[in-house]
């Protein structure tokens, strides 16, 4: 009996012990030990939102930037919250947002977003929505939404597929095609936390050609931000779990994608952009557990913004252009420049910060 017993408490002993070791390992992959290293900015100010704008794209020909909003923390604990696109002249000094949509599509809670503005192309705005259905259980669409003669963005489709998993952020190549990133390849909440706990590369990129839905990259751990070089003939995808930037060379004719390098990063990148030079800008989360935890508390997470300079490949050292621990601006996960000014969005903050952007050091 007593041998049972010691038997029993070693077999317990070991499996706490596994447990704990495994806990602290998904907490430092997770940056929850990282020290961060302050890089401020002067001169910063908040522009005020009605909710959180995790993404927004800017249209460079306009200057005007479309943000989705959804209060984000309020949505956890109500289902029927939902959000919308709203719009700021950045060339406007003090200009307001201002609705963006006419027709948003029931139960509408926007997540990523990607403009595609290339005439003789009409404007268009595809959306990453996850709306509930009737029974509360949370669906995966794309909303397209297309520019009218009255300057608003009006609502003309959603589109469904079963490979639209868990969309986290798209990137649009054509006035129908886009690439997708499933930050998740899990069908439920269970196998979503194995995914996490054991960091599995479940992740994938979907390409949609207007008709059809194709795996374009797979097994990737937690895809994040996806965009694509001006001249189209670049992807870059944001490995949150692998904590860096991978890049790919595009058919621009039939969408496949071919690996070409990878940059890696001091955290675990959010979303994606580029800027006017082809330089690649990122969100960055050196500590993506407190992001998480940021969701349904007040504690602040850091926001790094990184820039890597054109032309962007695996060669290129990342660049810190504003880091804070969350105090000034917490969770970025966005950053796009415009006109020397450097503009942040966050999944939790309802505000944008604004900042100019230093001059580069020679």
Known sequence: MQGNLKHVSLALGATLLITALGALQYLSVRGAFAKIQPRAIAGCAAQPLPGSAEDFAIDRATGLAYLSVLDRRAARDEPLRTGTILKLNLKQQGAQPLPATVGDPPGFRPQGLSLWSHAPDPLRLFVVNR?????????????????????????????????????????????????LSNDSGAHNALSRAVEALFQLGWSDVIYYDGAHASVAVSERKFGAGVTVSTDGLRLYLAEAGARQVLIFDRDTETGSLYWSGLIELAGAPDKLDIGADGSLWAAVQPNSWAAVRNLSSARPAPTMILRMPAPVNGFVK??????????????GSIGMVYAERLYVGSATEKKLLICPLPAEKT
């Open 131 to 179: 709306p509930l259905d009737a029974e509360g259980r949370e669906e995966q669409t794309i909303e397209v939404f297309e520019e009218q003669p009255d300057g608003l963005l009006h609502y003309q489709k959603t589109l469904r597929d079963a490979l639209f998993v868990h969309p986290i952020d798209l990137a649009a190549v054509g006035p129908d095609q886009f690439y």
């Open 318 to 331: 990342p660049q810190p252009v504003y880091v804070n621990g969350g105090g000034e601006f917490s969770a």
